[in-house]
């Protein structure tokens, strides 16, 4: 099993910028990759961002590309999301997910934390 514990929303002004930060335990070697993921309010979930548990290649949904950065910590077990120049329409609640290597899915889920820009 993989526990995931996220921080760091708020409420943020537009043009403004947050820090949210997704720390992994447990059975960490079963993870290839960490995502971020969004849920605006009558939204599908969408994918924001993928980076690789062992290595880098961060990837990026074009609606954040050039605004939002994930980065990771090994040795804290945390990936991080920098969220630049925020938009209204980034308001969602955020959550981290763990793609394992057995099933090559996102079998792990953090509790999501609440991102709010206010226009």
């Known amino acids: 099993q993989v526990q995931l514990v996220e921080s760091g929303g708020g409420l943020v002004q537009a043009g403004g910028s947050l820090r949210l930060s997704c720390t992994a335990s447990?059975?960490?070697?079963?993870?290839?990759?960490m995502g971020w993921f969004r849920q605006a309010p009558g939204k599908e979930r969408e994918w924001v961002a993928r980076?690789?548990?062992?290595?880098?290649?961060?990837t990026y949904a074009d609606s954040v590309k050039g605004r939002f950065t994930i980065s990771k910590d090994s040795a804290k077990g945390t990936v991080y999301l920098q969220m630049n120049t925020l938009q209204a329409e980034d308001t969602a609640v955020y959550s981290c997910?763990?793609?394992?290597?057995?099933?090559?899915?996102?079998?792990?889920w953090g509790q999501g934390t609440q991102v709010t820009v206010s226009s």
């Open positions: 447990g059975l960490t070697v079963l993870i290839d990759a």
């Open positions: 997910g763990a793609l394992t290597k057995m099933r090559g899915r996102y079998d792990y």
């Open positions: 980076i690789q548990w062992n290595g880098d290649n961060p």
